[in-house]
Each structure stands twice: as C-alpha cells, then as structure tokens.
C-alpha cells in the first residue's frame, strides 16, 4: 500500500530561525513528489515538485531535497518568517499506466513566533 | 488567488438538510476533483471529473452526489449527512485527469454538520 509519512506533527519556531521537515514515502512506481503549502482556511499551493533524477530544488526560501533511493524527502524553510506558519504537505505521485495517483501525507503544522 | 473558486466558505447544516457545494475554475483545466480534509488525516481523494466525464469515485457514500455540467463546474450534493462528515471539502482542477502534475486548490467549503 503507497504511504507517505510526515515529521514532526508540529512544528514551533522563532522567526528568523530555519527548521526542516521531513517526508518518507513508499510509493511505485515513483513519479514525483510535491509539497504543497496550506494556509489556515486555504486550500493547499504547491511550492516545488521533484523527479527522480533532481536532489535538490530551491523556491526562494523554500529548499527541497530527495533522496530516492532512501525514498525520503525534506522541506528547509530558512530564516522563518511569521508568513510560514501553515500545514506543509507532502504529495508522492505513482504513475499507474497513463494516470499519475498522488498519496497525501498528514501534513507538518509549522507556527512560527515573533 | 488560485483560480478555482468555492462557495459557500462556511455551512452549516442538519442532517436532514439538503445543501450543495459549487466549484468553478478559470484556468481552463480539463480535471475537476472533490477532496476531503478531516482533523489530522490526509487528503482524501472523492470524485474525479476529466472532460466532464467521471472517472473516479473513491468508494464515497451516496449521501454525497457529485455534478459536473461542463469543465468549469463542479457540484456536490449533499443530503441526509452524518455528523461524521463534518470536514473541509477542498475542490481542485488540473489540466489533464489522466496526468495530473500540479492541483490546484480552492480554499475549501468548512462544513460542520449537527
């Protein structure tokens, strides 16, 4: 069964500082992996996607890595601004013919503080 | 703004009430998908429209009755609800249901079922 599974649940921060979050996925066959951002009463934005062969995607103060042959993703936030606070979710895609089906992971609850 | 609008934001409703939640996009998409979002949990996947035509429907109670007059709208009907599915229910369109790359979300209809 295709899981993804998130770390920490939540997540508190001082603005300013930097944090990471973490994803482990075991999805085939891979296709992609996506992290979306949810702010409170949003619905999810993707920041970044990764295929197979990238290791590291940067979206301003956003950097994605993969590693797949481990299958595990992070999400860095540098230098947290209040406007981070949000539910950060990891997608992992698997490509089942012609259709691509995405598994959603719970999601890390970041509240950052002044 | 995302492009994909919801309506309402908010509802409330008795379990013997019959409601319906709209979804429209302008982004010229040809997909359409109803999720739900509970406390804690996932992303469910609920019904998704391609070319208006359904293709999927996740095992989903037919107390819930999606509709999709054309690729801009999206309805789901609601009625003789349980208070178990109090949830947020986010809409998102993509370009293509067979490939999906990239959702977009609306900001959700938050119902609260009494």
């Known amino acids: 069964k295709n899981q993804v599974e998130q770390s920490p649940q939540s997540l508190i921060i001082l603005e300013g500082k930097n944090c990471t979050l973490q994803?482990?996925?075991?999805?085939?066959?891979?296709?992609?992996l996506r992290w979306y951002k949810q702010d409170t009463g949003r619905g999810p934005v993707s920041l970044t996607i990764m295929t197979f062969s990238e290791n590291t995607k940067s979206n301003g103060r956003y950097t994605a890595t993969l590693d797949a042959d481990t299958k595990q993703s992070s999400l860095h936030i540098t230098a947290s601004q209040l406007s981070d606070s949000a539910s950060y979710i990891c997608?992992?895609?698997?490509?089942?013919?012609?259709?691509?089906?995405?598994?959603f992971g719970r999601g890390t609850s970041l509240i950052v503080h002044p | 703004e995302t492009g994909v609008t919801q309506t309402p934001r908010h509802l409330v409703m008795g379990m013997t009430n019959k409601k319906s939640l709209k979804c429209e996009q302008h982004?010229?998409?040809?997909?359409m998908y109803w999720y739900k979002q509970s406390a804690k949990k996932p992303l469910e996947l609920m019904f998704v429209y391609n070319f208006k035509e359904q293709t999927e429907n996740n095992s989903v109670p037919s107390r819930f009755s999606p509709e999709c007059p054309n690729s801009s709208h999206l309805f789901l009907h609601l009625h003789t609800l349980q208070p178990e599915d109090s949830a947020l229910y986010l809409c998102a369109s993509s370009q293509d249901g067979g490939a999906p790359e990239k959702l977009f979300f609306g900001s959700g209809t938050q119902l609260s079922v009494l």
């Open positions: 982004l010229g998409h040809n997909a």
């Open positions: 994803c482990n996925y075991t999805v085939s066959p891979f296709s992609n």
């Open positions: 997608v992992v895609s698997a490509k089942s013919g012609g259709s691509y089906i995405p598994t």
